[in-house]
């Protein structure tokens, strides 16, 4: 069992979140809740560095065509006119392809963060997925207000400031896949550690 302060999660500031300007304000964010960065750098992703990221699994896949469907139903919209389909199992990819192309439109920031249930408490401090739905106080609800209604009409992914890991085992892949074997640094926090 590690200690539970040893807890490391994976983020990664998007393409709009570099553009911005919001690079300080984000790491801040993360710092000031006792979070301590442990590995940093900025880099130009290549297209398959961003493929092999996201989950390549059919389910995973799927759900990025669900999300969208459930967007348009909600407010309306029509489908099929957009896709060409109402298969969740066939706008899922369309979605990822728009996902991809997005994430290597810029320089990115990619960023090791430990601490106490870091998993968690980055997400919440990064906020729901879709920043219009976000709370006012985390980085998504703070700095954005998109939507997939929104960047589905316009053929893109939603844009949402920063990529954190869901789970600490997709930490640990994500950690691995971006990291390698550069090294992950231990120090001590003042106030945090001692
Ligand atoms: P991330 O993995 O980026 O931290 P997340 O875990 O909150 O975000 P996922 O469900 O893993 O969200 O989706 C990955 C990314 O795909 C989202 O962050 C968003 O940029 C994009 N995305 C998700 N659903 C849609 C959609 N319906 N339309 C367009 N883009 C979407
Ligand atoms: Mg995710």
């Given amino acids: 069992m590690k200690h539970p302060k ?15 300007g919001l690079i300080g304000e984000i790491i801040r964010r993360f710092e000031q809740r006792d979070l301590k960065i442990v590995a940093l750098e900025m880099f130009q992703p ?3 560095q961003i493929d092999n990221h996201y989950p390549k699994n059919p389910e995973w896949i799927t759900r990025l065509g ?8 909600k407010y309306g919209y029509d489908l099929v006119a957009d896709f ?8 899922g990819p369309e ?29 919440k401090i990064a906020g729901d997925t879709m920043p219009y739905k976000a709370d006012m106080g985390t980085i998504r609800g703070d700095f954005s207000i998109d939507s997939p209604a929104l960047a589905n ?3 893109r992914a939603v844009m949402n400031v920063i990529h954190c890991s869901e789970t600490p085992e997709e930490a640990a892949h994500e950690i691995k896949h971006w990291f390698g074997d550069v090294e992950i640094y231990s120090y001590k926090r003042f106030g945090v550690d001692e």
């Avoid at 040893?6 to 911005?20: A, S």
């Avoid at 060409?84 to 706008?91: A, F, L, Q």
């Fill in 6 to 20: 040893e807890e490391l999660t994976y983020v990664m500031i998007k393409p709009d979140g570099v553009r911005k």
């Fill in 153 to 155: 009409k316009e053929k």
């Fill in 84 to 91: 060409d389909t109402d298969d969740t199992s066939k706008i």
């Fill in 46 to 48: 290549t297209h398959e």
């Fill in 66 to 73: 669900e999300k969208t469907k459930t967007t348009y139903e």
């Fill in 95 to 123: 979605v990822r392809k728009w996902l991809v192309s997005y994430m290597v439109s810029s320089p990115l920031v990619k960023m090791v963060v430990q601490g106490v249930h870091s998993v968690d408490v980055v997400r």
